[in-house]
């Protein structure tokens, strides 16, 4: 018995993959995360599924779920918001399993940034302008971040960076941002992608503060800052200039 770790995307059941829909809909235990995963999604899940909000429920508690079910000959869906290969948790479980000898797979989803980037029609890699995308979150009373990927340092880049659970902080994210990227800089937040109350926020360092507090945002959110989302004046990529085709 195995349990599948299953990237479930940003929330709209159609962007689920097919192995993701086939595993699901073949796993009679499933755990999900209830603040991203909809109904819609878990409509794939077989009758009689065994339905877990991890919300709810440790890590812990979570692995002795997995034991009990793969010891029952149950194979177990680990939904995941977004892709598994990043701030899923994925880690710490695994290394759980592995030490009770349960075995276990990932699929991707689409993540949720890739999402996020889609509905505004945004290319984060633009040549000349910004060819390196950062992945990364914000820190509080969370998970320490070693120091050399503190934000203000991230920003010595100027690369495209795209920030995840770090909505709560957007002030601070603001105060740290500007000096390297500039007030003008564009920003667009992306909250909920891809679900019935989908909010899109563009905007520019400068302002991006005063509009998500204004609609109250708390979680669930993308925020992408970079001079690649109001690129216009670039040269064509080499790969496809005339000149280097067959």
């Given at each position: 018995?195995?349990?599948?770790?299953?990237?479930?995307g940003?929330?709209?059941?159609?962007?689920l993959?097919?192995?993701?829909?086939?595993?699901?809909?073949?796993s009679?235990?499933?755990?999900?995360?209830?603040?991203?995963?909809?109904?819609?999604?878990?409509?794939?899940?077989?009758?009689?599924?065994?339905?877990?909000?991890?919300?709810?429920?440790?890590?812990?508690?979570?692995?002795?779920?997995m034991?009990?079910?793969?010891?029952?000959?149950?194979?177990?869906?680990?939904?995941?918001?977004?892709?598994?290969?990043?701030y899923?948790?994925?880690?710490?479980?695994?290394?759980?399993l592995?030490?009770?000898?349960?075995?276990?797979?990932?699929?991707?989803?689409?993540?949720?940034?890739?999402?996020?980037?889609a509905?505004?029609?945004?290319?984060?890699?633009?040549?000349e302008?910004?060819?390196?995308?950062?992945?990364t979150?914000?820190?509080?009373a969370?998970?320490?971040?070693?120091?050399?990927?503190?934000?203000?340092?991230?920003?010595?880049?100027?690369?495209?960076?795209?920030l995840?659970?770090?909505?709560?902080?957007?002030?601070?994210?603001?105060?740290?941002l500007?000096?390297?990227?500039?007030a003008?800089?564009?920003?667009?937040?992306?909250?909920?992608?891809?679900?019935?109350d989908?909010?899109?926020?563009?905007?520019?360092?400068?302002?991006?503060?005063?509009?998500?507090?204004?609609?109250?945002?708390?979680?669930a959110?993308?925020?992408?800052?970079g001079?690649?989302?109001?690129?216009?004046?670039?040269?064509?990529?080499?790969?496809?200039?005339?000149?280097?085709?067959?």
């Open positions: 018995m195995t349990v599948h770790f299953i990237g479930a940003p929330g709209a059941a159609d962007l993959t097919f192995r993701g829909a086939s595993l699901i809909g073949a009679p235990v499933c755990l999900y995360a209830g603040t991203y995963v909809t109904d819609e999604m878990l409509a794939h899940c077989p009758d009689g599924v065994e339905l877990v909000d991890t919300a709810v429920v440790n890590l812990d508690e979570q692995i002795a779920i034991k009990r079910a793969t010891a029952e000959g149950r194979d177990v869906a680990r939904l995941c918001s977004g892709d598994p290969s990043i899923s948790a994925v880690a710490e479980q695994t290394r759980r592995d030490a009770e000898g349960i075995d276990w797979d990932v699929t991707p989803g689409v993540p949720a940034y890739a999402a996020a980037a509905l505004v029609g945004k290319e984060l890699s633009v040549p302008v910004a060819q390196t995308v950062i992945l979150r914000a820190q509080r969370s998970t320490k971040l070693p120091p050399e990927e503190s934000l203000a340092e991230l920003a010595k880049t100027h690369a495209t960076l795209v995840h659970l770090a909505i709560r902080f957007v002030r601070e994210l603001q105060e740290t500007i000096p390297e990227y500039g003008d800089c564009p920003v667009v937040v992306v909250s909920r992608a891809e679900q019935p989908e909010l899109i926020i563009r905007g520019t360092l400068a302002d991006v503060a005063d509009t998500v507090e204004q609609h109250g945002l708390r979680q959110a993308i925020i992408i800052v001079w690649a989302l109001d690129a216009e004046d670039f040269p064509d990529s080499h790969l496809y200039r005339t000149r280097h085709l067959p």
